[in-house]
C-alpha cells in the first residue's frame, strides 16, 4: 500500500529566513503521525506546503502514491491552527456551508452536519452565532467542518488548542475511532502527553529539519530505560548521593530517579536494599517530553 503522504526534501525561504531545511518523511496510511516541534520549528510552513496554501521552494510531496494534484485534497480534511469561521452565521448554518463548499449536496451536508454536532456533543447550539461561543466550541466547530465531507487523510494543526480535558479527550477518542476505520491523521502539537497516547510514529523538527523521526515504540527504546520508579518507607535522602543517580523527585507516591548515563540500576536497587523498605522498583523508559528535550537540546548545542 502506498503512503498516504510522502514529504522529499521540501524547503520554504522567507527572506534571509529559512523556515523549512530538506525536510523528509513518510506517513503510512491508515496512522497516526505527529509533526512535533518547538515554536517557530517549521511545522505550520510544512503543513500549509502540503495543502498548497504556500509552495516549497524545492522538494516535492506525493499524496497515495501519486504526485501532487490540487484533486488530492478532495480527499483531505484541513483544520488550520488559526480560527477560519464566519463570525456572524450561525453554527449549524456554518458547517452546512462548509459542507458544500467540499463538495456534498445539500442533504448530505445537513446529515452530516448534524452527525457531527451531535458526535461532538453540539446539540443545542444550532442558533449560537460563531462570536457567542467559547474558544473551545469553536474548535469543535472546525474540527466538525474537517470531517463532514469524510476525507481518507486529515491533518490537524494544534488540534487541542482552547479544550479543556473533558473536550481534549473527546477529540482523542474521535482520532482514534478514525484510525481504526482507515483513517490517517497527521497532527502537530505541543501536547506531548496526547502524542504519547495517539501517535504511532513521528517526525521531531527543530530549526526546519527533522531532528528525530520513525516508530514511536522504536525511538523510545532507542534512548534506552533512564529512569526508577521507586515506592519506599524510609528516609531516602542518601539516594540522591548514589554513584550513577542524576536526579531523585519525590511525586508523594513515588520516588523518581533519574540515573546519569552508564547508571547501573541492579547497583542502585542494592545500596537502596537494608535501608528502606521497598514495596515498588521498576525501570521505565524517558517520557517523549524527556526524549524531546534531549534531541532538541543536542541541536541547539
Excluded at 186 to 204: K, N, P, Q, Y
Excluded at 242 to 266: H, R, Y
Excluded at 282 to 293: H, Q
Aim: aromatic share 6%; with cysteine.
Amino acid at each position: 500500500m502506498a503512503p498516504a503522504l510522502e514529504v522529499t526534501r521540501i524547503a520554504k525561504t522567507f527572506g534571509d529566513y529559512r523556515a523549512v531545511n530538506d525536510l523528509s518523511f513518510v506517513v503510512p496510511q491508515g496512522s497516526i503521525y505527529g509533526l512535533l516541534g518547538p515554536n517557530g520549528a517549521g511545522k505550520t510552513t510544512t503543513i500549509r506546503m502540503l495543502m498548497d496554501i504556500i509552495v516549497p521552494d524545492s522538494g516535492g510531496v506525493s499524496f497515495f502514491g501519486e504526485p501532487f494534484r490540487r484533486e488530492h485534497l478532495k480527499r483531505v480534511g484541513y483544520l488550520p491552527e488559526e480560527r477560519g469561521l464566519y463570525k456572524k452565521m450561525k453554527t449549524k448554518e456554518m458547517l452546512i456551508f462548509l459542507g458544500l463548499i467540499r463538495g456534498l449536496d445539500r442533504p448530505a451536508s445537513v446529515r452530516e452536519t448534524e452527525v457531527w454536532m451531535k458526535r461532538l456533543e453540539m446539540t443545542g447550539w444550532d442558533d449560537k452565532k460563531i462570536e457567542e461561543l467559547s474558544k473551545g466550541m469553536q474548535q469543535k466547530v472546525q474540527f466538525a467542518a474537517t470531517l463532514l465531507h469524510n476525507p481518507d487523510l486529515i491533518i490537524l494543526d494544534e488540534p487541542f488548542t482552547g479544550l479543556d480535558p473533558v473536550n481534549s479527550a473527546m477529540f482523542t477518542e474521535v482520532m482514534l475511532d478514525l484510525e481504526r476505520k482507515g483513517k490517517t491523521i497527521i497532527f502537530s502539537t505541543h501536547r506531548m502527553e496526547s502524542v504519547e497516547r495517539l501517535c504511532d510514529a513521528i517526525c521531531l523538527v527543530n530549526r526546519g529539519q527533522a531532528v528525530l523521526q520513525g516508530n514511536l515504540r522504536e525511538i523510545k527504546r532507542g534512548f534506552g530505560s533512564n529512569t526508577i520508579m521507586v515506592r519506599a518507607e524510609g528516609d531516602h535522602e542518601f539516594i540522591a548521593g548514589l554513584p550513577g543517580v542524576k536526579e531523585v523527585l519525590d511525586t508523594g507516591n513515588f520516588l523518581q530517579i533519574k540515573m546519569a548515563t552508564g547508571g547501573d540500576p541492579q547497583a542502585i536497587l542494592q545500596a537502596m536494599v537494608g535501608r528502606l523498605a521497598i514495596t515498588h522498583f521498576e525501570l521505565t523508559e524517558p517520557s517523549l517530553e524527556e526524549i524531546f528535550i534531549m534531541a532538541v537540546g543536542k541541536v541547539e548545542a
